[in-house]
């Protein structure tokens, strides 16, 4: 028996629940792992708040991130008391996520938790630092180098958004923070922001080409402010897209990209191949201080979860919310 936030589908909507569960009902999976820790991110508040379209399996329990060790494996590779991460491949979507005590996985899903990172620290970064840290691999790819000029995060106060911020001032780029809350202005200058922008400039319909002035682009907003990024994005520069934080929409135009040259590449955390997240983390591990945001994480038990849910749609939460699972 464990106990895991439980999500059922009714005809008033979704409705969520901590409930305790028998090992029986978890899915398909040959690694079993007695969660330690999981979070609470922007896409698990949809789910358990019924707003979006996130689940497609139902019943589901949420959570698109865990840690924990492992309690019984039927592949070679990995081994009973392992400590082990996993992100993405439908957590919380179609198969049952990390918002519980125990869950039933496909090893190849799995990766040893970083040398250096206990279980609580990598789920301060979890899918957050993992997405931006994808970001940042692919504005690399494209040749933005540190010195090429300024790069623009939106969102810095959110998980994605400030981990992005710590990465990328690690690597020596120059990060420029865009945030709807000047009372974190000085956290982000602590983080690496070199200068810090009011949302409110780049989140209003504005003009589709603009002043040239970001060499790459973190963006977890979408919507307004991801058009208004592009149209100020230099010529060759690039654009990575995450989150949609603002909307799902993009109203905008393709002058940037057919006058301006300028690249914009979706991220997608979910699926992602194993040499891939490896890297990602292998990255995150060397530029992140996980310690660094110890201070300015929320930590909640698993009862806390549901009411906390509304509190990160409505941006009223900072940083990262991590699950003790067992409290």
């Given at each position: 028996m464990?106990?895991?936030?439980?999500?059922?589908?009714?005809?008033?909507?979704?409705?969520?629940?901590?409930?305790?569960?028998?090992?029986?009902?978890?899915?398909?999976?040959?690694?079993?792992?007695?969660?330690?820790?999981?979070?609470?991110?922007?896409?698990d508040a949809l789910a358990i708040t019924g707003q979006g379209a996130v689940v497609r399996e139902w019943p589901m329990v949420p959570g698109v991130d865990l840690a924990g060790v492992i309690d019984r494996s039927e592949h070679p590779a990995w081994k009973r008391g392992e400590h082990v991460v996993v992100t993405g491949w439908g957590l919380g979507e179609t198969h049952w996520g990390g918002l519980a005590q125990h869950a039933r996985l496909p090893?190849?899903?799995?990766?040893?938790?970083?040398?250096?990172?206990?279980?609580?620290?990598?789920?301060i970064i979890g899918t957050a630092g993992f997405t931006a840290a994808l970001c940042v691999m692919a504005l690399r790819r494209h040749a933005v180098a540190p010195?090429?000029?300024?790069i623009l995060v939106t969102g810095a106060a959110?998980?994605?958004?400030?981990?992005?911020?710590?990465?990328?001032?690690?690597?020596?780029?120059?990060?420029?923070?865009?945030?709807?809350?000047?009372?974190?202005a000085e956290y982000l200058k602590l983080l690496g922001a070199t200068q810090i922008v009011d949302?409110?400039?780049?989140?209003?319909?504005?003009?589709?080409?603009?002043?040239?002035?970001?060499?790459?682009?973190?963006?977890?907003?979408?919507?307004?402010?991801?058009v208004s990024a592009c149209a100020s994005t230099r010529r060759d520069g690039a654009i990575t897209a995450c989150g949609l934080a603002q909307?799902?929409?993009?109203?905008?135009?393709?002058?940037?990209?057919?006058?301006?040259?300028?690249?914009?590449?979706?991220?997608?955390?979910?699926?992602?191949?194993?040499?891939?997240?490896?890297?990602?983390?292998?990255?995150l591990k060397r530029y992140v201080n996980a310690e660094r945001f110890a201070a300015r994480t929320v930590q909640i038990g698993l009862g806390d979860v549901i009411?906390?849910?509304?509190?990160?749609?409505?941006?009223?939460?900072?940083?990262?919310t991590v699950v003790d699972v067992n409290r």
């Open positions: 464990f106990d895991a936030i439980y999500l059922s589908r009714e005809s008033e909507g979704t409705r969520a629940e901590l409930r305790r569960l028998d090992d029986s009902m978890l899915l398909a999976g040959d690694v079993e792992v007695r969660v330690s820790y999981s979070s609470v991110n922007f896409k090893s190849n899903w799995l990766l040893r938790v970083p040398e250096g990172l206990s279980l609580r620290d990598s789920m010195g090429d000029g300024e959110g998980g994605v958004g400030s981990i992005a911020i710590a990465l990328l001032a690690g690597l020596g780029y120059e990060v420029v923070a865009s945030t709807g809350r000047p009372g974190e949302r409110s400039t780049l989140s209003a319909p504005g003009k589709p080409l603009q002043s040239e002035r970001w060499a790459g682009v973190v963006d977890a907003v979408g919507s307004h402010t991801l909307g799902g929409d993009f109203p905008g135009s393709v002058m940037p990209f057919i006058l301006r040259g300028a690249a914009l590449y979706g991220v997608n955390s979910v699926v992602v191949e194993n040499d891939t997240r490896e890297a990602a983390w292998d990255l009411d906390h849910a509304p509190q990160v749609l409505s941006g009223n939460v900072r940083g990262r």
